[in-house]
């Protein structure tokens, strides 16, 4: 069974860094597109960033570009999202996502259960 | 960047009877070298991730009930349940990824009349 599950989420203040990981199980991590989506409260669903399979191919949204950096490290099955110069509106329950294919390119599945990440002062 | 609009954003239903989603998406997600349309539909239930629907804009992911469907093409989607169960209570979700960024509609409610 494909589990993904999410840490490193909490309070932080506005211009601070977090850095967010998701340990991956159940199939062969580094055959597999990987990417973050995020969800503020009550809100929908937005794409954060995504990454292939061997980190030659790294896509941001913009919101995120230029502050956010994803990467993973597949002799550890896990997944990064380092966040810096964090605003309120970073607010929100962050979902690692596994893609269909090799790039990040493809449809997401599964989701894992998410780390909720609050920007406050 | 691709726009997904959906509609309605909410929608009540009774037991028993069809639910009807659409989604419209500024572009094409056609990819004709493939002639695959790069749609995905989302279940997001209360307090928990979204789940995979269908794929490919009308592939049903493994063990969905079969009152779940998904057709068109091009720009115009539509996601159908057939007879709507109690279960089915959720926010459904289209998701295009033809192009990054990857977008998604933003959400429509479905609740039991």
């Known amino acids: 069974e494909v589990q993904l599950v999410e840490s490193g989420g909490g309070l932080v203040q506005p211009g601070r860094s977090l850095r967010l990981s998701c340990a991956a199980s159940g199939f062969i991590f580094d055959d597999f597109a990987m990417h973050w989506v995020r969800q503020a409260p009550g809100k929908g669903l937005e794409w954060v960033a995504g990454?292939?399979?061997?980190?030659?191919?790294?896509v941001y949204g913009h919101s995120v570009k230029g502050r956010f950096t994803i990467s993973r490290d597949n002799a550890k099955n896990s997944l990064y999202l380092q966040m810096n110069s964090l605003r309120d509106e970073d607010t929100a329950l962050y979902y690692c996502?596994?893609?269909?294919?090799?790039?990040?390119?493809?449809?997401?599945?599964?989701w894992g259960q998410g780390t909720l990440v609050t920007v406050s002062s | 960047d691709i726009v997904m609009t959906q509609s309605p954003d909410s929608l009540a239903v009774s037991l028993g009877e069809r639910a009807t989603i659409n989604c419209k998406s500024s572009?094409?997600?056609?990819?004709?070298?493939?002639?695959?349309?790069?749609l995905t539909w989302y279940q997001q239930k209360p307090g928990q991730p979204p789940k995979l629907l269908i794929y490919?804009?009308?592939t049903r992911e493994s063990g969905v009930p079969d009152r779940f469907s998904g057709s068109g093409s091009g720009t115009d989607f539509t996601l159908t349940i057939s007879s709507l169960q109690a279960e089915d209570v959720a926010v459904y979700y289209c998701h295009q990824y033809y192009s990054t960024p990857h977008t998604f509609g933003q959400g429509t409610k479905l609740e039991i009349k």
């Open positions: 572009q094409s997600v056609l990819y004709t070298a493939n002639n695959q349309n790069y």
């Open positions: 996502v596994k893609d269909s294919g090799a790039t990040p390119t493809g449809y997401f599945d599964p």
């Open positions: 990454i292939s399979w061997h980190s030659e191919t790294i």
């Open positions: 490919w804009a009308s």
